[in-house]
Nanobody
Framework: QDQLVESGGGSVQAGGSLRLSCAAS????????MGWFRQAPGKEREEVAR???????KYADSVKGRFTISKDNAKRALSLQMNSLKPDDTGMYYC???????????????????WGQGNKVTVSS
C-alpha cells in the first residue's frame, strides 16, 4: 500500500549524468508532496528536490540548474534527472512522499512518512 520502489543510480565520472526513478503505489503517489533526499557517509540526510501535486518544484541550492525533478502521472512515477554531476553529489538517494503541512510541501525529512529503499550514486573525479 505505502510503496516506493526506486531504480537507477550507479557510478559515473564527474560531469556525467544519471537518472533516478521511483515507482509509487496509487495511495503514496497521491500524497501532496514527493521529493528526493540524499545522504552522504557521515552526514545527515538532506533535501535534494521536491514537487507538489500541482507541479511546483523546489531545489537545494547545490543542485539548482543541474537536477530536474518530475512526475509522470500515467506511470505514477517520480524521477530525478541529474546532469553535470560532481563528486559532492555522491551518496544514497531516497525518494519520499509527504502529506501537506501548514506551509505547503515540507523540506525536512521528518515530515516524510513514506520512503524508498535508497539507491547509491557514486561520482568519481
Amino acid at each position: 500500500q505505502d510503496q516506493l520502489v526506486e531504480s537507477g543510480g550507479g557510478s559515473v565520472q564527474a560531469g556525467g549524468s544519471l537518472r533516478l526513478s521511483c515507482a509509487a503505489s496509487e495511495y503514496t503517489y497521491n500524497k501532496y508532496c514527493m521529493g528526493w533526499f540524499r545522504q552522504a557517509p557521515g552526514k545527515e540526510r538532506e533535501e535534494v528536490a521536491r514537487i507538489d501535486n500541482i507541479g511546483n518544484t523546489k531545489y537545494a541550492d547545490s543542485v539548482k540548474g543541474r537536477f530536474t525533478i518530475s512526475k509522470d502521472n500515467a506511470k505514477r512515477a517520480l524521477s530525478l534527472q541529474m546532469n553535470s554531476l560532481k563528486p559532492d553529489d555522491t551518496g544514497m538517494y531516497y525518494c519520499a512522499a509527504a502529506d501537506r503541512v501548514r506551509w505547503g510541501c515540507p523540506r525536512e525529512p521528518q515530515y516524510f512518512g513514506n520512503w524508498g529503499q535508497g539507491n547509491k550514486v557514486t561520482v568519481s573525479s
